[in-house]
């Protein structure tokens, strides 16, 4: 009996290799790859909008908000998705839009071109591993994205690298730990990979583990649901 990963085991029997147990392990109930992220919201483009554009709204216009007042004179859009946030952003600001999903941003793309006044250039992209050269954005806003991506650590180290030192990073998401929203999280935990995020996402390990700047926490949403985070990249 050989080992050929340490996952799977077989036998050798003259020139053919059997396997005889296969224990690749399966994927843990929040795991999510960026194929099923990409499959998920290709699917969900087309109604996408009415299912979470005005629940959602009040954390987009949150997030909008604090960016206002920062002034920034560049803004990078992780999961801009359809791009629900876009008309809320100030008109004489350079605003850079990814997604994994092209069918989401092709929603992006018409939404943008109702915007003329605004300056809008969309990309489909991987946020975790992304072209752009280091310190190239004042700030840079995750709506309803952090959740979703495969690998959340990931994320942050790429966006923080995007942005430029003493920038911003404007969050809003949903995070564990609200007591009305407690029941719902744990039952829709292991569905993450089909329905596109993880219902069950702590603060502490997704936002205070980093070493940047807290600057405000404010709940928005219905019944709480979401956080408006607002860091300095250190
Ligand atoms: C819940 S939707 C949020 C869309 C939009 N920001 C909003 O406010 O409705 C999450 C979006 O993030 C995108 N996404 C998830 N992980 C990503 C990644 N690593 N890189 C780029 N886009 C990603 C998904 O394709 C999806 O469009």
């Not at 995070?175 to 039952?187: A, C, D």
């Not at 089909?194 to 603060?203: A, E």
């Amino acid at each position: 009996v050989h080992s050929a990963r340490a996952a799977d085991l077989w036998i050798v029997m003259g020139t053919k290799r059997l396997p005889i147990v296969n224990e690749t392990p399966a994927k843990s109930a929040d795991t999510i790859d960026s194929r099923d992220v990409e499959k998920v919201y290709d699917r969900y483009a087309s109604w996408y909008d009415h299912l979470f554009g005005a629940v959602l709204d009040p954390g987009r216009r949150a997030v909008a908000q604090a960016v206002q007042i920062l002034g920034p004179s560049s803004i990078l859009e992780v999961g801009v998705g359809t791009g629900l946030t876009l008309p809320f952003y100030p008109e004489n600001t350079r605003i850079v839009g990814i997604d994994l999903s092209a069918h989401m941003l092709a929603r992006a793309h018409e939404r943008a071109a109702s915007l003329p006044r605004h300056d809008i250039e969309l990309h489909v992209m991987d946020a975790e591993s992304m072209i752009f050269e280091s310190a190239s954005f004042d700030c840079v806003v995750l709506p309803y994205v952090l959740s979703v991506t495969p690998d959340p650590a990931r994320l942050i180290n790429e966006v923080r690298r995007v942005c430029r030192p003493s920038g911003h990073v404007v969050i809003v998401n949903h995070f564990s730990g609200s007591r009305t929203w407690w029941l719902l999280e744990r039952l829709v935990r292991p569905l993450a990979a089909r329905i596109g995020f993880r219902s069950d996402f702590g603060f502490t390990d997704n936002v205070l583990s980093h070493d940047w700047i807290v600057e405000s926490v404010r709940t928005v949403n219905l019944f709480g649901l979401s956080r408006v985070v607002v860091l300095r990249n250190g």
